[in-house]
T-cell receptor
Framework: SQQGEEDPQALSIQEGENATMNCSYK?????LQWYRQNSGRGLVHLIL?????REKHSGRLRVTLDTSKKSSSLLITASRAADTASYFC??????????FGAGTQVVVTP | DADVTQTPRNRITKTGKRIMLECSQT?????MYWYRQDPGLGLRLIYY???????NKGEISDGYSVSRQAQAKFSLSLESAIPNQTALYFC?????????????FGDGTRLSIL
């Protein structure tokens, strides 16, 4: 069973626009992580937000966490063609064991 | 992540064959994981190991076995491959020191079972 569910499943935007994707989960968590996967490659960790944090930034990335709604969002600002990838949320509710969602496929066109 | 190396990168084999996928890491991490990725389903955990003497089943361990030969090596075996084990397989590592550490992934093995 999957803990996280991303929405939307796919997103197509133009360079310079912002991309927002959401993740909902079912049980309590220790932290929530976002990963990026480029085609044919492994997942790359983007950002980790702990259960007692509400917002976190890293470069053009902004992550929010609402534990009362069991949801998180990932915002990519001023998107670039290189941001084209699949993005996954993963919840850590058992100290190091992650449960992944099905991902959001993002296409950024020049 | 070049610090986590998976071999082979691609493998095509026949139903009933025994297959071993290998993972080695130079990150010095104690924790290692095997996942499979199917289209539309994200990653699912097959087995994980928190140190050399520790092996644990994940969400979908049936039909798979693992061996942790050393801190740096964690191999996944399919004893008798079947077509629905066709998938993309990933190895990952993490460092438990300091708590809440992210995982580092290899580039995957694409396995096709005919």
């Amino acid at each position: 069973s999957q803990q996280g569910e991303e929405d939307p499943q796919a997103l197509s935007i133009q360079e310079g626009e912002n991309a927002t994707m959401n993740c909902s989960y079912k049980t309590s968590i220790n932290n929530l992580q976002w990963y990026r996967q480029n085609s044919g490659r492994g997942l790359v960790h983007l950002i980790l937000i702990r259960s007692n944090e509400r917002e976190k930034h890293s470069g053009r990335l902004r992550v929010t966490l609402d534990t009362s709604k069991k949801s998180s969002s990932l915002l990519i600002t001023a998107s670039r063609a290189a941001d084209t990838a699949s993005y996954f949320c993963a919840t850590d509710n058992s100290w190091g064991k992650l449960q992944f969602g099905a991902g959001t496929q993002v296409v950024v066109t020049p | 992540d070049a610090d986590v190396t998976q071999t082979p990168r691609n493998r095509i084999t026949k139903t009933g064959k025994r297959i071993m996928l290998e993972c080695s890491q130079t990150k010095g991490h104690d924790r290692m994981y095997w996942y499979r990725q199917d289209p539309g389903l994200g990653l699912r955990l097959i087995y994980y190991s928190f140190d050399v003497k520790d092996i644990n089943k994940g969400e979908i361990s049936d039909g798979y076995s693992v061996s942790r030969q050393a801190q740096a090596k964690f191999s996944l075996s399919l004893e008798s491959a079947i077509p629905n084990q066709t998938a993309l397989y990933f190895c990952a590592t993490s460092d438990p020191r300091g708590g809440n550490q992210p995982q580092h992934f290899g580039d995957g093995t694409r396995l096709s079972i005919l």
